[in-house]
C-alpha cells in the first residue's frame, strides 16, 4: 500500500456527489459564447456580485497593491514577515469588520484572534485542538458537505447529526440536541461539542435568539463546546436580522457560568463576504486563552500571505469603503436571491423561506419518482446532464428528508441565473406534460461511462444505509 491510512480514507468525502457534480461541470462547463449548451455551475457559493467594489477600491489604491506605503516600497518587509501571529495591523482590522457586520453590537479582542487559511483550516484546527480521535462533535442536518472532510478526516473526529426536518422549517430543537447526544453516547462516542453554520449553509437562514440561547444552555448542561461558524454573518439581505453567538453570550452573561464564555468559539473567513476564498483568509475567535494559544502553533500549518494580509489590512481599515461594501453587497444579494426565488416558484418549485447566504433550499420533493435518496440521485442526474445545473442534491448534505437541493445564485452572472431558470422552467413543464423524459434519460445513462455510475451508486448506498446502520 503507497498511502498511508489517513491518506487513503475515504471520510474525504470527495466522492459525494457534491464534489463530483464539480467535476462533471469541469468536464462540460457553460460559457455563453463557446459553450453554450454546458452545465451551469450552481453548486459553488461563490460570491461574484460585489468585484466592480473591490476593483475600483484597488484602482484608488495603487500603492497598496504595488506594494508600497508612503510611496515607499515594502516589498523586501512583506516578503520576509513570517511571524505566525500575523499582522497586528490586519488582525486589527478584521476584528473591526467582524463587529462592522454585527452592526457594532459586540466588539472583538485582536488578541483572541488566530489566523488561519480560510474557515476550512479554522474548523479543523479548532477540531483538533478540542477533541481526541474518536470523540465527536454534534451538528444540525443538513450541513456543508465539506465539514466531512474538514472536521473529520485528519482529526479523527467523528460527526453525529442533529437530526432537523422541514416539519418545523429545519430548526434546532431541544430534543433534537438531547437524540444526538443520546445518539453519539449509544455509539461510545465522547461529545466534545456543538458545530452550527450561522447563518446556516445550506438552508440560507440565521438561527433564532431562542435557537442560540438553546444551543449554549445545552452546551452549558453537558459541559461542552459550541463553535458557531459565522462565514455567512455578511451576507444576510432580509430580516430577521443575524445574531451573532457572541452578541446572545454578552447578554446573558449574568445567568450563564463565566466558564461557559471560554467554550464557545466563533469562525470567520472572507471567503463569502469579501468573495475571496482565493485569497484564504479566515479566522478563529475565542475567550479561552489556552485555545488561542493552541490554535496559534497549529496556524503554522495554514498561514495566511503576508501580502495579502498587507493588502486587507490597507483595505478593511478604510472604513468608510468597508461599511459602504457591507451594505452594497447585502442590496445585491436580495436581489439576486429574489430573482431565483421568483423564477422558481413561477415553475411550482418552491424554496425554504430564507434571509442569507448565496443559495437557496429549493424543495423539489414533488418532482421525485419515490420518497428515496434513490430517486433524488435520479433527479440530481437528470438536473445535472439533461438540463446542464449543477446544484447540490440535499444527501450530499445529509438532510434526512429526499428532494431537497442547494441552489447557489451569486457566482454568476444575472443573464447565466437567467438562462438557469429558463432550463429549469422547461425541465418541470417537460417531466410534469410527458413521461418520455424518463426513457430518454436511461439511454442517455447507459451511454456514460459505468465507473462514473458506480461511483454514484455507491456513494447512494454508503449514505443512505450505512450512516443509519450507524444510527441504529
Ligand atoms: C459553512 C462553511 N464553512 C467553511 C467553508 C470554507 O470556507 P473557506 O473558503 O474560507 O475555507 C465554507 C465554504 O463553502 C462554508 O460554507
Known amino acids: 500500500m503507497t498511502l498511508s491510512r489517513k491518506a487513503a480514507c475515504n471520510t474525504h468525502g470527495q466522492d459525494s456527489s457534491y464534489f463530483l457534480g464539480w467535476q462533471e461541470y469541469e468536464k462540460n462547463p457553460y460559457d455563453e459564447s463557446n459553450n453554450p449548451n454546458g452545465i451551469i455551475q450552481m453548486g459553488l457559493a461563490e460570491n461574484q456580485l460585489c468585484f466592480d467594489l473591490l476593483e475600483s477600491w484597488l484602482a ?271 442590496k445585491r444579494l436580495k436581489t439576486r436571491h429574489a430573482m431565483l426565488v421568483r423564477g422558481l416558484r413561477k415553475t411550482g418549485i418552491p424554496c425554504l423561506e430564507s434571509n442569507a447566504g448565496l443559495f437557496c433550499w429549493v424543495d423539489m420533493r414533488h418532482l421525485l419518482t419515490s420518497n428515496t435518496f434513490e430517486a433524488e440521485m435520479d433527479l440530481w442526474k437528470k438536473i445535472v446532464y439533461d438540463v446542464g445545473l449543477n446544484i447540490s442534491p440535499g444527501s450530499s448534505c445529509h438532510c434526512v428528508e429526499p428532494g431537497w437541493f442547494r441552489v447557489c445564485f451569486a457566482n454568476m452572472s444575472e443573464d447565466t441565473l437567467d438562462l438557469a431558470i429558463q432550463r429549469i422552467a422547461s425541465f418541470v413543464n417537460n417531466t410534469t406534460s410527458s413521461s418520455e423524459n424518463i426513457d430518454g434519460y436511461s439511454r442517455h445513462l447507459s451511454s456514460k461511462n459505468s465507473r462514473r455510475k458506480s461511483s454514484l451508486a455507491n456513494w447512494v448506498f454508503r449514505l443512505s444505509f450505512h450512516d443509519r446502520e450507524r444510527e441504529r
Open 60 to 330: 484608488e489604491n495603487p500603492d497598496v497593491a504595488g506594494f508600497r506605503n508612503g510611496g515607499e516600497s515594502i516589498f523586501r518587509e512583506l516578503a520576509l514577515f513570517q511571524d505566525y501571529h500575523g499582522l497586528p495591523a490586519f488582525k486589527n482590522a478584521m476584528v473591526q469588520f467582524m463587529a462592522e457586520i454585527r452592526g457594532n453590537k459586540v466588539s472583538f479582542d485582536s488578541d483572541k484572534l488566530v489566523l488561519t487559511a480560510g474557515a476550512t483550516s479554522a474548523n479543523e484546527t479548532l477540531i483538533f485542538c478540542l477533541a481526541d480521535p474518536g470523540e465527536a462533535f454534534l451538528l444540525p442536518t443538513p450541513y456543508y458537505p465539506g465539514f466531512d472532510r474538514d472536521l473529520k478526516w485528519r482529526t479523527g473526529v467523528e460527526i453525529v447529526p442533529i437530526q432537523c426536518t422541514s416539519s418545523n422549517g429545519f430548526r434546532i430543537t431541544a430534543p433534537a440536541l438531547e437524540a444526538a447526544y443520546q445518539l453519539a453516547q449509544k455509539r461510545n462516542l465522547k461529545v466534545k461539542g456543538v458545530l452550527v453554520t450561522n447563518p446556516s449553509n445550506p438552508l440560507g437562514i440565521t438561527l433564532t435568539r431562542h435557537e442560540l440561547t438553546l444551543l449554549l444552555n445545552f452546551v452549558d448542561a453537558k459541559g461542552i463546546h459550541l463553535i458557531s461558524d459565522e462565514i455567512y454573518s455578511g451576507t444576510v439581505f432580509n430580516s430577521p436580522s443575524f445574531v451573532s453567538i457572541m452578541e446572545v453570550l454578552v447578554d446573558r452573561s449574568h445567568v450563564m457560568k463565566s466558564e461557559l464564555r471560554n467554550r464557545v468559539h466563533i469562525v470567520y473567513s472572507l471567503s463569502k463576504d469579501l468573495g475571496l476564498p482565493g485569497f484564504r483568509v479566515g479566522a478563529i475567535y475565542s475567550n479561552d486563552p489556552m485555545v488561542v494559544a493552541a490554535a496559534t502553533k497549529m496556524s503554522s500549518f495554514g498561514l495566511v500571505s503576508s501580502q495579502t494580509q498587507y493588502l486587507l489590512s490597507a483595505m478593511l481599515s478604510d472604513k468608510e469603503f468597508a461599511k459602504n461594501y457591507i451594505v452594497e453587497n447585502r
